[in-house]
């Protein structure tokens, strides 16, 4: 009976290590492993990036306080079958969703603040200062919607192989199978495809640390690759497991030139062999994340309490020894919900340093979005909703000088429910009591650019 139950237990603790392994999360070190042995100039210009960081993180502790947005394209590269809507040929109202998502990560306004599940590092936790916009204006000055989709080849039908160094690349070109990319010195280019995997598990997305927007030959590889089904949180990511909706804000950190903060280093035996990922001189001197060996897969919860390396060893910003850090949003753990202070200060180096030190500073000067800020005016609240969650009228107030020309209400499956044109007034009211009981969300065009609003019906 005894050993039956040991037995159990066991097989237990066996299989939720072997979930956990399922989910390969990122592969963006696996990915930079090979490239820095396989491309010497990208490999160069990553080393000169981080001797610039260095020396500007001496003189630049403080963000610049301003806000900047950068556009972004959105590459869907879907299989031949799935119309529109349809599987890895995610619905619009996924892609506002991952964007919407973005948004609130990346200014601090995501729903865990101001009352996170814990608070151990409430004080440690930043605004990036970063806004994304779906690109109104293409490279040739034409209106777009910011979203491109592409039916894949034969040979990529059934998806992309995150796990081979080539086929890792393959989306990215037209002609392999996936779609060429959009200027990176001003757009963040994002393919969201399906990920399979030859050596098993589950690839969710990857990106290359910065550098690769530096040589014209090797350009197309900039951007983000995010799985189809961990791109937003609904449309087809509602039924993935593991999905909190932070693919994106995980693989933009290392678009930005962050590492993970736990240890990459193994020995022969796959040992762990270093606490200081994030905090070396190849790491990117982020020393407000903890000294972190090993990697936390579960949720984050009040008495979450890893600490796998002692800080009082290392040199860092705490003087006493402290948990690990696993709401980073550059973790591991199945919920995040922050970027330190120091990581925002790598991520504004990032945005600062021009092409040439493998920065990002060109994206400050696109014309991606049309008018430089509009983003940040539709998500600076001058569109209010309220209230939120609703038991069925719901407002909308515009407070500055922006023309509503439609305001769409969708499902979370993409269907609309509701469409209203050619709005005068300043206060708009709508009714959804009719409808059932759940999240929808409001798209709302104007003439300075789109704002998607996730409204809660609670009745
Ligand atoms: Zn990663």
Known sequence: MKKSIIIGLLLIAFFTKAQERNIKKCATSHLMEYEMQTNPQYKNTVESYFNGLEEWLKNNSNSENTVITIPVVVHVVHKQSHNLGIGTNIPQIQIDDAIRILNEDYRKMNPEFPNPPRNTFNSYAGDCELEFCLATTDENGNTTTGVTRTITNSTHNSGFDADDNTDSNAMKRTATGGKDNWNPLKYLNIWVCNLTNSQGGQTLGYAYLPGQQSQAWTAWKDGLV????????????????????????????????????FCEQTDAQGNTICCDNDNTSGGGYVDDTPAQKDIYWGSVI??????????????????????????????????????????????DYTMSASTGQGGRAALKTSNGCNITGVNEILHDNLISVYPNPTNGRINFKITMNIKVNNISIQNVLGEEIIVVKNIANDIFSLDLSSFPRGIYFAIIDTDKGRSTKKILLSK
């Not at 994106?248 to 678009?255: A, Q, S």
């Not at 003087?319 to 990581?343: I, R």
Request: charged share 15%; with cysteine; glycine share 6%.
């Open 226 to 261: 995010v799985d189809y089904s961990y791109f937003g949180t609904v449309g087809n990511a509602a039924t993935a497991s593991n999905n909190d909706g932070r693919t994106p804000t995980h693989e933009i950190g290392h678009y930005l030139g962050l590492k993970h903060p």
């Open 302 to 347: 009040s008495t979450t309490n890893n600490n796998t390396c002692n800080d009082t060893q290392f040199s860092n910003a705490f003087t006493s020894d402290v948990l690990d850090m696993d709401e980073n949003f550059m973790s591991y753990a199945f919920t995040t919900w922050m970027f330190s202070h120091k990581q925002i200060n790598v991520m």
